[in-house]
């Protein structure tokens, strides 16, 4: 599609086309997400009935929507007329696909998520990052996305972009500051194996993922993240609450004591110190070996079930001082659902009742305003899908851009 | 206006009045807001180009808003057309007004402010209202109410209805919790001197309150009320974050010490054990007379100002709390500015540096994304005063409904 000259008309005419092709693909995705499995494939005429567009129209948006591998055809829909048999419409899984990935302090992580929200690839890679410059690290990643992107290529997916989660403070392409990394000011590229890259961070890719993965969450709650540091998602009404400079969520840092042990970004007291990984692992009485890699979370369930004390109680003073940010995070904004997400997901039947008692003494509004606290369903996945997961939203919201370049 | 009969149509032909109604009425209030002197009075022909309605019926909304005294003309506007010279309209300061009041701790007030923003009345009466049960301390807030009505009825101002600021937890017509005058599920009245009354935490009316009062503030910030008590009023573009149920911005309980002192809310260490106004006066060696009304505010900037050290270091001491406090705030949702209110604003000189350093120290993204810290222009005033605005901008935003019901 061309513009031969600039002029506000066919600027018009395209962000119209833009809008209707949005609009129709939206309700598809709506109609058949995932999470709806019992729901039927809507038919053009069904489209055209919801969406108040004419038949005519839904009809030119569908076929070019099918011709860019966006929506494909299925069988009659089960509500079709008494005539000819309407044929149903869902996303088609062979079309895009999003890339997914995730730097973490000892961990890399890519995924690859279809337009139907399916994963279709997904790898971890354990690694210590404290002891890589940012550089090297980066290469980890890029090393991961190039295995994801051939992985993709083999199942003639159509990668649309790819999105890094990052423990730390983004704006824009740049890491301004992730503690556990020692990253101050780091640069992403733009582009990894020929795909725009974007950077974000992890709490809040994770909160993303988890509100697309789990149907039954409400559309306000706080995901909790915990790796070696803690973060946090704040979504209210489906959508993410960044803050004035978008560096909202920070409940790592939150004062437990003024006074208590300094933190990696320099206060003291921070809840990471009580409650991160790698103050568990030394209230256990298992720190990370100096320069080994650190076992995974797996290690503290398994201490934990076979009745390990030291683990048992660095675990019940882990969800104290968690106890005590989380009724802070509630008594500031009011919300009704906590998600225990990242390694907190499988350590949640030792930390829900440490939690739960500080929730109940230190929250002013509990009698009247009870908090759920509920483990995440994607657990440490969340971020890297939730990553992949964003790369499918911007296609769904903008399927024109999409289109228009879709030629690469 | 009859509706002889119930059915579709002559409802919305109300709600189309009443939402012409309201475009014009809003649309004179942002052009006239106090906060704009050198504002032009707009013309009916202006009133019809900003809003897209035609002249005709900006014509019909106008004289009904004059019939109803919301709006008055004034002299011919400064840029009426070559031929007839085109009247300006402005709120009619004669018309509706807000009455508001406040009952916490130590004192109770009344305001009563007009459609154009400005005080008519205001009375703040100090008493100790610890002491008192809840339907005396009631008592004492509908009496000075009463004197408020009378005056505003000698200025010939027709009150729309009153707004209570209440240092508590809120759920429509009822007082959840306020735990410093210890009262737990107190009803409020529905209506005082014919008036229709609603309820509101104090924190979010004075944090509306000093929106409208002071146009340096930008439309996010928090507004951190400081009495016996502690709160906040946590301000997103504009409008109110209250939280899934209503209870948001309780700041006074984040946890400072998780093994501090006990608060009136029964948690431990919470930020009132610190510096609430109690907390200062003790630490400052001059605690409040066992059944003696406490002296002001002004009895410890007097102190501070004469280099009193006691005073200069519980000051400094709540100020380091405050900032603890408010860097969690800060890390939590990420806000600019933060604006000392209550009694707060006048010892803002004392508490500015130890706030400010807690902030450097302990806000993770401080360096790219800098907090100020400012006085409330309103002080004391500002709970009482929004409670008023409340009023107001109800009528503002539903001109028909009081025009409808303003036979009273």
Avoid: K
């Amino acid at each position: 599609m061309t513009h031969p000259r600039p002029g506000p008309a066919p600027v018009r005419q395209a962000s119209l086309r833009g809008h209707n092709l949005a609009v129709v693909l939206r309700d598809v995705a709506d109609r058949t997400a995932l999470d709806r499995p019992g729901g039927a494939d809507p038919s053009r005429a069904e489209i055209a009935e919801r969406t108040g567009l004419s038949r005519a129209t839904v009809s030119t948006m569908v076929d070019e929507l099918i011709g860019a591998r966006l929506l494909a055809e299925t069988g009659p829909a089960s509500r079709g007329a008494v005539g000819r048999p309407s044929v149903g419409l869902r996303l088609d899984p062979g079309g895009a696909a999003g890339l997914g990935l995730e730097v973490n302090v000892d961990y890399v992580a890519a995924c690859v998520v279809d337009l139907a929200g399916a994963v279709r690839y997904h790898r971890i890679r354990h690694v210590d990052l404290r002891t890589r410059t940012p550089r090297r690290a980066l290469a980890e990643v890029e090393t991961l996305a190039g295995r994801a992107v051939r992985s993709a290529a083999r199942q003639d997916l159509r990668l649309a972009g790819a999105a890094l989660a990052v423990p730390g403070l983004v704006q824009d392409q740049l890491v301004r500051l992730a503690p556990n990394l020692g990253w101050v000011d780091v640069a992403v590229p733009p582009e990894w194996h020929r795909l725009p890259v974007t950077v974000d961070n992890e709490s809040n890719l994770a909160a993303l993922g988890e509100l697309a993965a789990n149907p039954a969450l409400p559309r306000s709650f706080v995901y909790v993240s915990g790796e070696v540091g803690i973060g946090a998602g704040i979504v209210v009404d489906g959508e993410l609450v960044r803050g004035s400079r978008g560096f909202s969520g920070e409940l790592g840092h939150l004062t437990i004591h003024p006074d208590g042990p300094v933190c990696r970004c320099g206060a003291r007291g921070c809840l990471e110190q009580y409650a991160g990984q790698d103050a568990i692992r030394a209230a256990a009485g298992r720190p990370v070996p100096p320069d080994g890699i650190p076992t995974s979370v797996a290690e503290f369930v398994a201490l934990a079930d076979a009745g390990n004390l030291p683990m048992r109680n660095a675990l019940q003073h882990a969800g104290e001082a968690l106890g005590v940010a989380i009724a802070g995070l509630v008594n500031l904004i009011d919300v009704a659902t906590v998600v225990l997400g990242g390694s907190f997901a499988p350590l949640e039947p030792w930390l829900r009742d440490p939690i739960a008692g500080e929730l109940a003494r230190r929250v002013v509004a509990a009698r009247w305003a009870p908090v759920d606290v509920v483990p995440s369903v994607l657990g440490e996945d969340a971020a890297v899908r939730g990553a992949a997961g964003s790369v499918i939203r911007a296609v769904l919201d903008d399927p024109a851009t999409w289109i228009n370049g879709a030629g690469r």
